[in-house]
């Protein structure tokens, strides 16, 4: 049962934007804290950024802060993470992942996944 579906991604250039959803169930958006994570060819799953389940707290990795937001509306059942000033380095699939608690979800493996969208920044 897929429960979780990225869509969005794509080839962009350098500096260029792109904004990624996930559309989930209800029932994940309401009793969830959500998140991106994203892995490159040859390297470990990393994370991204999450957000706590009333969309008051949200956390970055260092990397992205200032040029990623993640966001959600809950009446869509759709979380978002909208990424500008795209460098050739976040080039990876992008996976949306439901977990306890946006606070620890870098430190923890979130129990729930989609099945990822692929972000490709040329230089």
């Known amino acids: 049962q897929v429960q979780l579906v990225e869509s969005g991604g794509g080839l962009v250039q350098a500096g260029d934007s792109l904004r990624l959803s996930c559309a989930a169930s209800e029932y994940i958006l309401t009793n969830y804290a959500m998140g991106w994570f994203r892995q490159a060819p040859g390297k470990e799953r990393e994370f991204v950024a999450a957000?706590?389940?009333?969309?008051?707290?949200?956390y970055y990795m260092d990397s992205v802060k200032g040029r990623f937001a993640i966001s959600r509306d809950n009446l869509k059942n759709t979380v978002y993470l909208q990424m500008n000033a795209l460098k050739p380095e976040d080039t990876a699939v992008y996976y949306c992942?439901?977990?306890?608690?946006?606070?620890?979800?870098?430190?923890?493996?979130?129990?729930?996944w989609g099945q990822g969208t692929q972000v490709t920044v040329s230089s």
């Open positions: 957000i706590n389940r009333n969309g008051d707290g949200t």
């Open positions: 992942a439901a977990g306890a608690a946006a606070a620890t979800m870098r430190y923890s493996v979130p129990p729930i």
